[in-house]
C-alpha cells in the first residue's frame, strides 16, 4: 500500500479509499467467519462484517448525496482500552474461539483507525479533514463496543 498519509483527495476519492477500507475490513472479517468452526466466534465475526457493510453503505450514499451529515455517533472521538496492546494479533485457526475472535476484531478495527488517522493526518487544515476525522470517531466508537464486549466476557473480577 502506498503511503496514504502525505495525500489529500477530492470528497469523491476520500470517500473511495473509505469504501476500499471498509470493504477490505469486510472481506476479512468474511474470511475469518468462513475459517472458523466456533459458533460464538462466527457470531462475533458475523456482527463485525455487518457493522463493515454498514460503514460502507453509508459511505456509498454519502458519495451519492454528496455528504456524510447526519451520523451523529461520528461527531466526538470515543475513548479505547488500546487493548490491542495486550491481545496478540495472529490468523485466526480453524479452531479459534470466541476470545480469539474477539481479539481479531479489534486488531482489525485498530488497523481501521490507524489507516483513518493517516488520512486525516494527510488532509490537516484542508475541508477533507473534517470527514477522515467523523470516520475516524466511528471506528472509534466500533472498536469501544468490541473492548466493551470483551471486558464483559473475558475480564469479569469473579
Given at each position: ?10 470528497y ?12 477490505g ?130 475480564m469479569?473480577?469473579?
Amino acid at each position: 500500500m502506498s503511503d496514504d498519509s502525505q495525500v489529500c483527495y477530492t470528497y469523491e476519492a476520500a470517500l473511495e479509499k473509505a469504501v476500499e477500507m471498509e470493504d477490505g475490513g469486510f472481506r476479512n472479517y468474511l474470511d475469518a467467519m468462513r475459517k472458523v468452526k466456533d459458533r460464538q466466534a462466527q457470531k462475533i465475526l458475523k456482527d463485525a462484517a455487518l457493522d463493515e457493510l454498514d460503514h460502507k453503505h453509508a459511505l456509498e450514499k454519502a458519495m451519492l448525496e454528496g455528504t456524510i451529515e447526519g451520523r451523529h455517533a461520528m461527531d466526538q472521538p470515543v475513548k479505547t482500552m488500546n487493548l490491542d496492546y495486550v491481545l496478540h494479533q495472529e490468523e485466526l485457526p480453524p479452531n479459534a474461539d470466541a476470545r480469539q475472535a474477539l481479539a481479531y476484531a479489534i486488531h482489525l478495527e485498530k488497523n481501521a483507525i490507524d489507516f483513518y488517522k493517516k488520512m486525516q493526518s494527510g488532509c490537516e487544515g484542508a475541508p477533507m479533514a473534517s470527514i477522515f476525522e467523523k470516520l475516524l470517531n466511528d471506528e472509534t466508537r466500533h472498536l469501544q463496543q468490541l473492548e466493551d464486549l470483551y471486558e464483559k466476557i473475558f475480564m469479569t473480577e469473579n
